[in-house]
């Protein structure tokens, strides 16, 4: 069982900057891909960003995000990070964590983190 913690959500001016956190409990993190999804009120959950397993792995991103959004994960620390630049208000939503075990294949989801951006 994995056990995910997201961080680093919070309100800020469109325009601004955020990076989220996901702590994941367990040995096996670096063997897992990761990624991010939002769900903004009254929309369905969608994909934001994902990052292959291992140390090099591949970085991947929705269209809405591409350019403003990077994701990066520190093994060391078993963590993976979301920086979001230049956000807009239709950035706002709650965002989640998922990391994808292949060996049994299994989603693990972090309970989120709210991001506002508004004026």
């Known amino acids: 069982q994995v056990q995910l913690v997201e961080s680093g959500g919070g309100l800020v001016q469109p325009g601004g900057s955020l990076r989220l956190s996901c702590a994941a409990s367990g040995s096996s993190f670096s063997t897992y891909a990761m990624g991010w999804y939002r769900q903004a009120l009254g929309k369905q959950r969608e994909w934001v960003a994902a990052i292959g397993s291992g140390s090099t792995g591949s970085t991947n991103y929705a269209d809405s995000v591409k350019g403003r959004f990077t994701i990066s994960r520190d093994n060391a620390k078993n963590t993976v990070y979301l920086q979001m630049n230049s956000l807009k208000p239709e950035d706002t939503a709650v965002y989640y964590c998922?990391?994808?075990?292949?060996?049994?294949?299994?989603?693990?989801w972090g309970q989120g983190t709210q991001v506002t951006v508004s004026s």
């Open positions: 998922i990391a994808t075990a292949y060996t049994p294949f299994r989603n693990y």
